[in-house]
């Protein structure tokens, strides 16, 4: 990965932006799509849309979602602590003792979710998992006046975590489900400007996946593509405590390839036709199966209007929906090339239909 898309990357992954408060990662990646898109478009749901060869045929919508899981305020007390809730899926284990980060009415404010000492827990406790409707945010605040001038009632924050780099070419951060699929459409959007394809291009960042699949189900509507490839995150089997989980979602192994997916929610030819991709491209690629629809974009995006032509490619994810998600970067860039030659293959003789 080149200088400028790791820095891309960085700043993505260090925007606050959970479900329904994507502002701040829609900002960087428009910035970004505006160096190289033809169009740059936005709906009134947060959807972001790169527009490369306007006017082609067939069109083509690449998705991958730019909301994280996070948490909102819910309540400030008399005492200036502040109650919150999750947005999206939290193990309870996660949260507690954590730094974060909250996007504030003046700026970012810093807090930590509160612990108490194990020195003062019974034997019990100790052993309990902490339920989330339990646990706090300490801002210093000495009451809620104080707490008042800096954060509001339905203020967003997340886990206070960058990217870092590790060993073997990979990173680690909160977010990469999935602003991993997010950066990568735009790469491969980048790579299709050079490649000149017949189809029109969209490379959407979509919205509230994370609650719901919402956005992709709103911006599948409104570019109404013939084919359309989502990106997201899936299970990395390659690490500790994965148990049996091989059995259902095969040896994925972060650093060996973009993950093609097939099953149901996948159009049989766009399957062939990245594989075939993939191979005389000489990209990395492993191979899973969703037995039924995916928690993806690709589900919504399949369904849209009379039917899409829809294809899946995962990035694999060590310890999702934490704040140390690992992905690879060659992984990344694998993930884009696949997107990118896949489109750029792909006319309006092109042929779709399952049998």
């Known amino acids: 990965m080149n200088k400028h898309s790791y820095k891309f990357l960085t700043q993505l992954i260090e925007a606050i932006s959970p479900s329904g408060y994507e502002d701040e990662a829609a900002r960087v990646w428009i910035k970004e799509a505006s160096t190289f898109a033809a169009e740059i478009r936005r709906d009134t749901h947060g959807n972001s849309d790169a527009v490369i060869n306007p006017g082609g045929s067939p069109r083509i919508m690449l998705s991958g979602h730019y909301d994280e899981i996070g948490f909102v305020i ?21 949260p507690q003792g954590q730094h974060v980060v909250i996007r504030g009415r003046k700026g970012h404010v810093h807090g930590v979710i509160g612990k108490c000492a194990i020195h003062l827990l019974s034997s019990d406790q100790r052993n309990k998992v ?15 006046k104080a707490a008042e001038k800096r954060v509001a009632i339905g203020d967003p924050l997340v886990i206070d975590r960058g990217l870092h780099e590790l060993d073997g070419g990979l990173v680690a951060g909160r977010g990469f489900d999935n602003r991993a699929g997010a950066f990568t459409v735009l790469e491969a959007a980048r790579m299709l400007a050079k490649l000149k394809p017949k189809a029109e291009i969209h490379a959407v960042a979509t919205v509230q996946e994370e609650i719901g699949l919402r956005g992709a189900r709103t911006a599948a509507y409104g570019v109404d593509p013939q084919i359309g490839i989502a990106v997201d995150v899936t299970f990395a089997t390659d690490h500790p405590s994965m148990g049996d989980a091989t059995k259902k979602y095969g040896k994925i192994n972060v650093g060996d390839g973009v993950v093609i997916t097939r099953g149901p929610n996948i159009n049989p030819k766009l399957f062939e036709l990245m594989v075939d991709v993939a191979k005389k491209e000489k990209i990395p690629y492993q191979l899973n199966v969703e037995s039924r629809a995916t928690g993806t974009d690709a589900n919504a995006i399949q369904v849209s209007r009379g039917g899409v032509a829809t294809g899946l490619l995962n990035i ?19 993930t884009a090339k696949l997107m990118a030659h896949t489109c750029a293959r792909i006319s309006v003789d092109t042929d779709f239909i399952p049998f």
């Open 74 to 94: 819910s309540h400030i007390t008399d005492d200036g602590y502040l109650w919150v809730q999750p947005v999206g899926g939290w193990d309870p284990q996660i």
């Open 130 to 144: 902490t339920k989330l409707d339990e646990q706090w945010v300490d801002i210093g605040a000495k009451n809620r």
């Open 316 to 334: 694999p994810n060590r310890y999702m929906h934490t704040p140390c998600e690992v992905v690879s970067l060659d992984d990344l860039m694998s």
